[in-house]
């Protein structure tokens, strides 16, 4: 399996000396989010698609509960943002130093047919603007695989991290390989601490079992390249390599919040 794989003198000094710039507060406030399509539109969400009317469709068969579903559906030539990608986003649900629960269902299609990786979701990094950063031309930033994601590949769903905003080539697995079943809905919950120290955290679990490989089911260690903080993915996302087929996934009840009660399917 493969994986993609100032104005201050004081601020340039800790700046150069650390690479923790301290602008960003901590201990927001969480956003309780609640997009289960129940509305039949696709509201609240930003895009990361090529054609909303193809690749993100609201259905009623399948669902995972209540009457709504998202259809997500990538074709070989679905590039957009420098990707192939069909994905829908939500900001400001990752910020420095808080707490978060993210949970949603999500289920393969039974004919989708491709074996490569695939990110089902990912928490991407923010430009760090009092760096310089900035998202034109294009969202590129790093060129870095994302801090986390979910990918799904060879029929099995895996976590996985980078902790270097300067390459891609440092991803590596906090969960083991778990094994799907196509065409049944897989109920994701995600626990984080955001954090750019080792006090950060991921724990997760799959239709509540626990997936982090470690005694305490959780992995310790930092998640943001940088105290803007990261934002939440979900569709599929391929990086510069074109699914040979067309595939689908559907997506149900994604939430965020402060408790696994309260973001579960």
């Not at 603007?129 to 994302?146: F, N, R």
């Not at 239709?207 to 982090?212: G, H, K, M, Q, T």
């Not at 599929?236 to 309260?262: C, K, L, M, P």
């Amino acid at each position: 399996m493969r994986f993609f794989s100032i104005s201050f003198l004081l601020i340039g000094t800790l700046a150069a000396s650390c690479g923790k710039v301290p602008t960003e507060l901590p201990d927001r406030p969480v956003e309780h989010i609640v997009r289960d399509f129940e509305s039949g539109n696709l509201g609240g969400f930003h895009y990361l698609v090529v054609d909303t009317n193809f690749n993100t469709q609201i259905v009623t068969s399948p669902v995972r509960r209540g009457n709504f579903a998202l259809k997500n559906t990538l074709r070989p030539e679905d590039f957009i943002f420098n990707g192939y990608r069909t994905e829908l986003s939500l900001y400001d649900c990752a910020r420095y130093k808080t707490d978060v629960y993210y949970g949603f269902s999500v289920m393969i299609d039974t004919a989708y047919s491709d074996n490569q990786f695939n990110l089902i979701c990912q928490w991407q990094d923010l430009p760090y603007y009092i760096q310089g950063e900035a998202w034109d031309p294009t969202p590129v930033l790093h060129g870095s695989s994302p801090p986390l994601a979910l990918v799904y590949a060879d029929g099995k769903l895996v976590t996985v991290m980078n902790e270097n905003p300067n390459s891609d080539n440092h991803t590596f697995q906090i969960s083991d390989p778990l094994a799907v079943n196509k065409g049944e809905w897989i109920d994701v919950v995600f626990h984080i601490f955001w954090s750019d120290d080792n006090d950060g955290y991921v724990e997760a679990w799959i239709n509540d079992a626990p997936i982090i490989s470690s005694p305490s089911n959780r992995y310790y260690g930092p998640n943001l390249f940088s105290r803007t903080g990261n934002y939440f993915k979900f569709g599929q996302y391929r990086g510069h390599e074109a699914t040979a087929n067309t595939n689908i996934v559907y997506f149900d009840e994604v939430r965020t919040g402060t408790s696994y009660n309260e973001v579960k399917p």
